[in-house]
């Protein structure tokens, strides 16, 4: 959902439940994406990424969706577990020559209850 | 080294003081990129270099921040005049060879707070 300032979006499920993170993006000519999840006092760390040519990849208990025409993403969670408590962002890069330049959504916060 | 490495972790300086951060990157990267991100946001892009050169410096706040990478290694964020708006995580991140579509892998962030 929306989030103003400091309040990020939260998610909370109980271990073992399928959680989904969701993220809107604004550039049209975004053609690579990437989550990243960030544990408190950490970098972000990469989970899974996709390319524009793609609806859907899949990888060890996560899955990531992009849907171009309403320029959506989410990544799906597996029978979550209480390691998986952090910040989720997504990410995505320009086409054309903005190689480095990352744009990062605002993150949810996924809280996983033993 | 195994990944990105960040120093100082954590620095405390005053206001109008110069600072400078360190960031070492995967080896054999080629492309080193800073951000820094304020408390409750998702990281900001600064700069980007592609060996010793900035592709793109776009994200630079204003003339008070500058980085080096002279030997296509090692990069150092400077920032003089420091005010207490500098107050972030300053990111650094490396990756392959820069080309599109390419992953950029983190280091943990220095953490600097301007009193």
């Known amino acids: 959902g929306e989030s103003v300032g400091l309040h990020l979006p939260t998610l909370s499920v109980q271990e073992g439940d399928n959680s989904i993170i969701n993220c809107a993006y604004s550039?049209?000519?975004?053609?690579?994406f990437i989550w990243y999840k960030q544990e408190s006092g950490k970098g972000p760390q990469f989970i899974i990424d996709?390319?524009?040519?793609?609806d859907k990849r899949q990888g060890q208990r996560v899955t990531v969706l992009l849907n171009k025409t309403v320029k959506h993403l989410s990544l799906q969670i597996a029978a979550t577990q209480p390691g998986d408590s952090a910040v989720y962002f997504c990410?995505?890069?320009?086409?054309?020559?903005?190689?480095?330049?990352?744009?990062f959504g605002q993150g949810t916060i996924l809280t996983v209850h033993p | 080294g195994a990944g990105v490495s960040q120093t100082p972790s954590n620095k405390v300086t005053e206001k109008g003081k110069y600072v400078e951060l360190r960031c070492d990157p995967i080896?054999?990267?080629?492309?080193l990129y800073w951000y820094r991100q304020s408390l409750g946001q998702g990281p900001e892009f600064l700069i980007y270099?592609?060996?010793?050169?900035?592709?793109?410096d776009s994200g630079l706040p204003n003339d008070r921040f500058f980085a080096v990478r002279p030997e296509g290694s090692v990069s150092t964020l400077k920032i003089q005049r420091t005010e207490r708006g500098d107050s972030a995580v300053y990111l650094c991140?490396?990756?392959?060879?820069?080309?599109?579509?390419?992953?950029?892998?983190f280091g943990p962030g220095t953490r600097l707070l301007v009193l």
């Open positions: 991140a490396s990756s392959l060879r820069g080309g599109p579509q390419e992953t950029q892998y």
């Open positions: 990410a995505d890069l320009g086409g054309g020559t903005s190689y480095g330049k990352l744009t």
């Open positions: 080896s054999g990267h080629t492309a």
């Open positions: 550039n049209s000519a975004s053609d690579y």
């Open positions: 270099f592609q060996g010793t050169g900035a592709a793109d």
């Open positions: 996709i390319r524009s040519n793609m």
